[in-house]
């Protein structure tokens, strides 16, 4: 068999230190509760892992060097931190690092504040949160007369009845998609609980 060859391609050669930065490393840093749990809520109602949210974040060097500048000394509103191992990318670790030497801001710090960075994201999906919440709850109604009209079907028609037989299919389609519409929004409820930063 004769073997798949292309000449025309010129892809770009991946440097080492590129290879590198894809890394993935632990991290412990001191975050707010708050901060916590906007990063789990995040990532979970996205379908991201956290450390694509952390690259997101923070590997943009230049923009994580106006989020310290903002940093207030002394910083207002310090809430009770708590200690968290996170798993993230060498690169954004490193880019961290950096900036927080060059600029004199607590690695800590600059997280709290990139997270801030994500309040648009879920003052948005708290809109369609509630929006998903009422669709799901006028789809239950719907299932209700949907199930209602597939009994009167059953008085109605035979069990190996083609239209019997269909509307079965259908209802228990609905039915199931019901339910998984319903974990959806039930996982999206710890959305109501990030309140906005003070």
Do not use: C, W
């Not at 708590?82 to 607590?106: C, D, G, Y």
């Not at 719907?142 to 190996?160: P, S, T, V, W």
């Amino acid at each position: 068999m004769e073997k798949f060859q292309n000449t025309n391609l010129n892809l770009p050669p991946a440097s080492a230190s590129e290879l590198t930065g894809m890394q993935s490393v632990r991290a412990t840093f001191r975050l707010s509760k708050q901060a916590i749990q906007t990063i789990n809520v995040v990532a979970a109602q996205l379908g991201i892992r956290q450390k694509s949210l952390f690259d997101h974040l923070m590997e943009d060097a230049e923009r994580l060097a106006s989020v310290a500048n903002e940093i207030e000394q002394p910083i207002s509103g310090v809430q009770e931190r708590v200690q968290k191992t996170f798993v993230i990318s060498r690169k954004t670790l490193t880019n961290l690092e950096h900036i927080s030497q060059s600029s004199n801001a607590p690695r800590d710090m600059l997280i709290e504040y990139s997270v801030r960075r994500l309040q648009p994201i879920i003052e948005k999906e708290q809109e369609k949160q509630e929006k998903r919440k009422k669709i799901v709850k006028e789809f239950k109604q719907m299932m209700i007369g949907a199930r209602q009209l597939l009994e009167k079907a059953g008085d109605l028609l035979d069990d190996d009845d083609p239209v019997f037989s269909r509307l079965t299919a259908a209802v228990n389609y609905s039915l199931n998609s019901h339910q998984h519409m319903a974990e959806f929004v039930k996982k999206g409820e710890d959305l109501a609980a990030l309140e906005p930063d003070a």
